[in-house]
């Protein structure tokens, strides 16, 4: 795969803004199609070695380019991988540098006024990421004490308001992206990882020491995962639904999902043993790109 180095945020922000509707024409006109990656939203989107990203996303993401080649004839389309994290990705995705974000980004009101969201793909909830010897199984024995999360993300704004509604009075720092925020609880520096469980998971079955840890506490406000596209561009919008919808009923979107889920995945061919929750199996048939509430 073809990788594109990550522009600094400062300049893709001064960057000239693309009009949403001309994805497709864009792509067509440069010849080039570039997608976002995760560097560590396992078992989504994620870098398994040096410079290829893997991941079920990056397959979904995968599956929709090749329908853009189809779509405006054009075979041989370059395709470039754009590294992202959670607070570069909707900059990113709006000014043109990247043209679709499938990683681990939740679909909700709040971002649907800067992008727009396809199929929902995922389903999950915040919890915690813990030392076992931690004593910490649930959210009031974080009371006065420091958590991390990765700055970005809605689990920021969830956990900031359980802290508010229960009075627990922890205090939250936050790591560029999930790795970072992992290594705040691996240094000491904080008690707990708030983060969506499935990415707790990953992190957990990919550590050195995967029986160090436990992914513990309620799973706080159910949210969807789903691609991003630039706003008002309902023509990509259709053909990305198409590619998502078209998996879902072909019983393709269920074998990928058993590939990253339910069997070994790269690099250390760990199984997350996590069988498909049943809000997606019900938008397997809904096809819903209904948001978080």
């Not at 009009?19 to 396992?42: G, H, I, P, W």
């Not at 980004?105 to 992008?115: F, G, I, L």
């Not at 199929?119 to 915040?126: K, V």
């Not at 983060?195 to 840890?213: H, R, S």
């Amino acid at each position: 795969m073809k990788m594109k180095t990550l522009v600094p945020l400062a300049l893709a922000l001064a960057a000239v803004g693309v009009s949403a509707q001309e994805t497709l024409k864009k792509v067509a006109d440069s010849n080039r199609m570039t997608l976002a990656y995760r560097e560590s939203s396992v078992p989504f989107s994620y870098l398994a070695g040096p410079g290829k990203p893997v991941g079920f996303s990056v397959e979904l993401s995968e599956a929709i380019a090749a329908e853009v080649k189809r779509a405006i004839n054009k075979p041989a389309l370059e395709i470039a991988w754009q590294s992202v994290t959670s607070q570069n990705r909707i900059p990113l995705l709006a000014n043109g540098t990247i043209d679709l974000e499938c990683g681990s980004t939740t679909n909700n009101s709040t971002r649907a006024k800067d992008v727009t969201f396809a199929i929902n793909h995922f389903y999950t909830g915040t919890r915690l990421l813990v030392k076992k010897d931690s004593g910490i199984k649930n959210y009031a024995d974080l009371k006065g004490k420091t958590i991390a999360t990765t700055a970005g993300t809605t689990n920021f704004q969830v956990l900031r308001k359980y802290n508010q509604d229960k009075g627990l009075g922890f205090e939250v720092l936050t790591g560029k992206d999930h790795d970072d925020s992992k290594l705040l609880v691996e240094s000491g520096r904080a008690v707990a990882f708030g983060m969506d469980d499935i990415l707790l998971f990953g992190l957990k079955a990919n550590d050195k020491n995967p029986a160090d840890w436990d992914v513990v506490g309620d799973s706080l406000q159910v949210e969807p995962y789903a691609c991003m596209l630039r706003k008002d561009d309902p023509q990509f919008k259709q053909l990305v639904d198409k590619v998502i919808g078209g998996m879902m009923k072909s019983g393709e979107f269920e074998k990928l999902y058993a590939k990253w889920f339910t069997s070994p995945i790269p690099p250390k061919n760990v199984n997350l043993q996590l069988p498909m929750a049943p809000e997606l199996k019900q938008n397997l048939k809904d096809m819903s790109d209904k948001p978080a509430t």
